[in-house]
């Protein structure tokens, strides 16, 4: 075997959120574990890996499991079974960092806060992904795809997505 | 013959049908509204939401389909296959998301009464331990918090707006009114389901009708004089609507049977 689970988690790195080009599904929190069989199971499966949906309706979900296998076969490597969990939830919390700073370099506000406070859209202080500016106003709770919001900022006048707290 | 309801299903995957029926119809209605919104945004905001729901139906369905596949001697089941191949005898959706939606107040009422309603069971459900069940009545509900926010301000600013728009609201409330408190009459699935909490429609029916009578006081609205409730949704009963609705939704899967994308 030339391949370890560690090298799984690095190949995840590279597969991005349909949605959001330059969040990997790793930055996005959705990949809940990497496992390798002792050996191939009957189906040919030699591992599994577990993501988690961010929304019940999501349609990207299809779309990276069918990504994840395409770059397993690209490196010669063999099949794995990506299962779908639904519990514990997926939280915004779980985004990483390097995630967040990706999005804001795209252009989308990230979420702020932690997801368990609760603070409702309208009362968010979510600062301008172009110009920083913190006088912002929420236009609708719900955006171009189920994850986010959209604001316009009160400063450079140009309308954001905002990756909303969940 | 291929059997899509059976009474003596175990009541858990009854409840999960009828968990599953809400959503599916619910999102068939709001998603008529697609591109037909009072603005963008508000347009984009009614199909998100009726996103949720069919996200919240598949996986319902899925879980129903699993759990019956377990049983003795069934034909094979998918959430396909439920949703497209059941006739409205089958289907055990309360009649709330059933109703025509032939205005904007009646979009957000509903949105209001089913969200608000959906996100105190789905509480309760996280409270047992009902596996699976459990696990995507917590998904769900995340997502219930946002519609019952945003359907909550929508009947505030409509209810307690112009005249005209509290006239229409109003309306509304008067037709749908009716069909809320099948939520909280239990059927025998539900009885049996809840058997280990016996209080669980009282409190249900306590807990909501005092949230509701907040909101609607807020906004402005009457609630219609004491009534005999409309019932029968989830004994497969339905209104003259529901034929409608299923024709559009199933036309393919009875023109095509089986076929796939
Ligand atoms: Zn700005």
């Known amino acids: 075997m030339n391949y370890t689970e560690q090298h ?20 996005l929190g959705i990949v809940r574990g990497v496992t390798l069989y002792p050996q191939a199971n009957e189906q040919g499966f030699a591992g599994e890996i577990i993501i988690t949906p961010t929304y019940s309706g999501c349609p990207a979900m299809d779309m990276i499991r069918l990504h994840i296998n395409l770059a397993m076969t690209e490196n010669n490597w063999p099949k794995l079974l990506v299962k779908q969990q639904l519990s514990p939830v997926w939280t915004t919390d779980w985004m990483t960092e390097n995630g967040k700073k990706q999005l804001q370099a795209y252009g989308i506000a990230p979420p702020q806060g932690k997801a368990i406070n609760e603070t409702y859209l309208e009362d968010a202080v979510v600062p301008c992904p172009q110009c920083n500016s913190t006088h912002t106003t929420l236009i609708s709770a719900f955006g171009s795809t189920s994850c986010k919001a959209l604001f316009k900022c009160d400063s450079c006048q140009e309308p954001f997505d905002y990756f909303k707290c969940h | 013959m ?15 049908l009828f968990l599953a029926d809400n ?19 508000q ?6 939401i009726a996103l949720d729901y069919l996200g919240q139906a598949r996986n319902f369905y899925q879980l129903a389909a699993e759990e019956l596949n377990q049983l003795e001697g069934v034909q094979f089941y998918t959430e396909d296959s439920l949703a497209y191949h059941r006739t409205d005898r089958n289907f055990v959706n ?18 209001f009464l089913y969200s608000s309603f959906a996100s105190l069971v789905f509480q309760k459900l996280m409270h047992i331990q009902a596996g699976e069940l459990t696990a995507i009545a917590e998904k769900s509900n995340k997502e219930l918090a946002y519609h019952k926010r945003w ?18 609201m109003q309306q509304a409330l008067n ?9 909280f009459i239990p059927a025998n699935f539900e009885t049996v389901f809840w058997q280990n909490h016996p209080s669980f429609f009282h409190e249900l029916e306590k807990e909501w009708m005092d949230y509701l009578q907040t909101i609607f006081t807020e906004a402005t609205l009457q609630l219609p004089a004491k009534q005999a409730w409309q019932t029968g949704g989830k004994q497969g009963i339905h209104t003259e609507q529901m034929g409608y609705v299923l024709a559009e939704m199933q036309y393919l899967q009875r023109t095509y049977p089986n076929s796939v994308w």
């Open chain 2, 2 to 16: 291929n059997i899509y309801w059976n009474q003596q299903w175990p009541a858990h995957i009854q409840y999960a």
């Open chain 2, 43 to 48: 347009d984009i905001a009614l199909s998100n």
């Open chain 2, 175 to 183: 037709q749908i009114w009716p069909y809320a408190g099948e939520c």
């Open chain 2, 23 to 41: 959503a599916l119809i619910l999102a068939q209605q709001h998603s008529k509204w697609c591109g037909k919104g009072p603005i963008l945004e």
């Open chain 2, 151 to 168: 359907s909550q301000d929508w009947v505030i600013r409509l209810g307690d707006g112009t005249a005209e728009s509290n006239t229409i």
């Open chain 2, 94 to 111: 309360l009649l709330l998301t059933e109703l025509e939606q032939p205005n904007w107040g009646h979009c957000v009422l509903k949105t």
């Open chain 1, 8 to 27: 799984i988690w690095e190949l995840l790195t590279t597969i991005a959120d349909p949605e959001i080009p330059v969040l990997s599904i790793v930055d």
